[in-house]
């Protein structure tokens, strides 16, 4: 049991939007007492009180000050910053309070389909969230990682939980960044069963994290009752992890594809990242060759020049000429370009049309070769 009588999730000031900031502060008595200051207090005054005396009945709390402050943040999003609060004011609490799920949400995974784009949404950013399926990537990611800062890591995972439940992705495959292992683990129980399709596995040296993962995987589904097929794509981003990409591709049925991060990786090995990519060719052509060897997808690293879309295109036409099939998208500017680029060419097109009649023409002919 936590000695802590203080507890906050979430994000305040000025510049927050679709978000809220909550605390809760323990009392000996007085019941439950409710302060909230809302932009929409207006319209939704009532319905924020009710949920959050639903939220606190929820939690069985029975003598505590509860403050909310709402920058027109969605109902999931302030579920999640309630619960996130709760379990760090006493992290023995095991209730999850998950929104009602969205039907297309449902959908099941699947191993082998379009991964050309693959837009990073910052796991601590409601606000990015709702619109997201309407950019109109082939997968969105709900990033744990990198992108959320080390004191919004825990509330993170409630929120992107959620959001797995409640947003409408528009079809696009639902995938979830978790943190670096061994901290990862965590992220995989609370999101695992929540309707992901493909967890990425970042900075991954080697087999034993991929199936570290895909055991706590099967945990997590068999704990919360659930069956589904959670797929994995591990990131490689060092330079032992290039060495180790074709055991880290065949690692497991449930890797869909193998992707490269390029910032981390010249970091490991002292280089300077530049658009022409001659630092890092040898790591890209290794590991297309090892996920072709695995019989998985082999996925670029991001282009991180938003400005300079000349260069993306640039970029993903070497990709598409080295065995990449999908790149990652730090931006939904982004999206656009790259389907374009991985598109088949017209003079692609024709040539495949001709290599069908051909060959249809040599079978009816009982021809050997074509």
Not at 181 to 189: A, I, N, S
């Amino acid at each position: 049991m936590t000695t802590e009588t203080k507890a906050e999730a979430g994000k305040r000031g000025a510049d927050v939007r679709s978000d809220c900031w909550i605390e809760i502060e323990r009392a000996s008595s007085g019941g439950v007492v409710l302060e909230i200051e809302s932009k929409v207090s207006s319209m939704f005054g009532k319905a924020l009180r009710r949920q959050l005396e639903e939220l606190a009945a929820f939690f069985e709390i029975e003598n505590a000050t509860i403050r909310l402050e709402d920058k027109g943040a969605l109902p999931y999003a302030i579920d999640a910053r309630f619960e996130a609060a709760v379990k760090r004011l006493d992290p023995s609490v095991s209730k999850e309070k998950l929104p009602p799920a969205v039907e297309g949400n449902q959908t099941p995974a699947v191993k082998e389909r379009f991964r050309r784009s693959r837009l990073y949404l910052p796991g601590s950013e409601p606000k990015f969230f709702v619109n997201a399926g309407l950019h109109g990537s082939d997968a969105l990611i709900l990033d744990l990682e990198d992108s959320v800062a080390p004191s919004e890591k825990h509330a993170s995972r409630y929120l992107v939980r959620n959001a797995l439940h409640a947003v409408d992705f528009h079809g696009a495959e639902r995938m979830v960044r978790i943190n670096q292992l061994p901290l990862g683990l965590d992220d995989v129980d609370l999101v695992a069963p929540r309707f992901v399709e493909t967890i990425l596995v970042p900075k991954c040296e080697s087999a034993e994290d991929v199936r570290a993962v895909e055991e706590r995987v099967a945990k997590s589904l068999e704990r919360a009752g659930v069956r589904r097929d959670v797929f994995l794509m591990p990131i490689v981003e060092s330079a032992l992890g290039v060495e180790r990409a074709f055991e880290i591709a065949a690692a497991s049925e449930k890797v869909c594809a193998l992707a490269i991060g390029l910032e981390d990786y010249t970091a490991d090995i002292g280089a300077r990242r530049t658009n022409e990519g001659t630092e890092s060719f040898y790591a890209r052509t290794r590991l297309v060759n090892a996920a072709k060897a695995a019989r998985v997808q082999a996925i670029d690293t991001v282009f991180s020049d938003v400005a300079d879309e000349e260069g993306l295109r640039a970029s993903v036409e070497e990709a598409r000429s080295l065995g990449f099939e999908g790149k990652g998208c730090v931006h939904p500017g982004q999206i656009a370009p790259i389907h374009e680029a991985f598109a088949p060419k017209p003079e692609e097109i024709d040539l495949a049309k001709k290599i069908v009649v051909a060959f249809d023409e040599a079978t009816r002919k009982g021809l050997g070769a074509v």
